[in-house]
């Protein structure tokens, strides 16, 4: 018994190694974080659109249907980065997307939109950023995917890549999709 | 030598007036002073995000700068420290607070100390009481006292 006890130790160190070591082996970034939101229904925010002739959206319009929402800002580097995968999946009609441009000027967003293409079926402008803060945003681009109940289901903080929507947001949606039809 | 003394002496005076570097700009500060305080207070224990080891009092990003002027808002509105902390915690998570919070899952987090502390008394007791029972075991015999001077006389002549 009393020998036992010295066992335990280096029980415990190797338990805690283990599992400092995981994410270590794993390559996740520790600074990348979880959503607060994860199940909870999207904050209800009433933002304008950044067009005077597209329309805008607020939480009720997120009900019925998944949607990538996906905050962007024309100051933002790393946004040029994710936008050609945004093109793609508005070309491809993967998923509904929608836009929330981020702390920038209206007519630096536009041309930003003009520039690049405007993969954004629906645009609100979060000038202040308030809005941002409701919804937990800490860096653009940040993109959430939301379930047909208005639910958020994950969240991805940084430019979306090809690997990140296969592995991380495609399998999410299926799931979500597949749930539909029962 | 009272001369370095004394240097030293007004050197460690002026520490005293040393102030930690904020990034606090002077129009984000309240005119009430007794809320600008509490505002300090909140801001620096919460976690900046971008930086994510400073606090939103410490950091010059815009999202420290937008967090502090939403705590001096929200007091300003009357809300208490907790209610800014709830806020908060519900947009950004547990994490956005410098000192994580004491509940269930933080439950090792708080005591984990407190129990390695016990396991290590526990184990110097019985380490302790193991070599108390060697020590007070039976002396040597005869044979084993000669045995023992004839090994010490070998190793002197070596």
């Not at chain 1, 905050?71 to 790393?78: H, V």
């Not at chain 2, 620096?44 to 010059?60: E, K």
């Amino acid at each position: 018994m009393a020998k036992t006890i010295f066992v335990l130790p280096f029980l415990v160190f190797f338990g805690v190694v283990t599992y400092f070591i995981i994410p270590i082996v794993k390559k996740s970034d520790p600074k990348l974080l979880p959503s607060a939101l994860i199940d909870k229904d999207v904050p209800e925010n009433k933002l304008p659109p950044l067009f005077k002739n597209k329309t805008g959206f607020d939480h009720e319009d997120l009900v019925g249907g998944e949607t990538l929402v996906n905050f962007f800002s024309s100051w933002c580097g790393p946004c040029r980065v994710e936008h050609d995968i945004l093109m793609k999946i508005s070309e491809e009609k993967t998923i509904r997307l929608f836009g929330i441009n981020y702390k920038d000027q209206t007519q630096a967003a536009i041309r930003w939109l003009d520039e690049l293409g405007d993969p954004f079926e629906k645009i609100v402008a979060d000038k202040d950023g308030r809005a941002a803060i409701d919804w937990g945003v800490y860096g653009v681009p940040e993109t959430y995917l939301i379930d047909k109940e208005g639910k958020v289901r994950y969240r991805h903080v940084g430019p979306l890549t090809e690997r990140v929507l296969e592995e991380k947001l495609m399998p999410i949606i299926q799931l979500l999709r597949n749930k539909k039809d029962e | 030598m009272s001369r370095i003394r004394a240097f030293s002496l007004v050197a460690l005076g002026c520490l005293i007036y040393i102030q930690p570097i904020m990034a606090v700009e002077p129009n984000e500060r309240l005119a009430d002073p007794l809320l600008e305080e509490r505002a300090r207070m909140l801001s620096q224990n919460i976690r900046c995000l971008v930086c994510q080891n400073q606090s939103i009092d410490d950091s010059n990003a815009t999202l420290a700068k937008d967090l502090r002027a939403l705590v001096r808002e929200k007091l300003t509105a009357g809300a208490t420290n907790d209610e800014i902390f709830d806020f908060l915690v519900d947009r950004y998570g547990d994490f956005i607070l410098l000192n994580p919070p004491f509940k269930a899952s933080t439950y090792l987090l708080w005591y984990g100390p407190l129990i390695f502390l016990i396991v290590g008394l526990l184990m110097t007791v019985l380490v302790m009481k193991k070599s108390k029972r060697r020590a007070s075991e039976k002396p040597l015999s005869q044979e084993e006292r000669v045995s023992l001077s004839k090994l010490l006389e070998q190793k002197d002549e070596t």
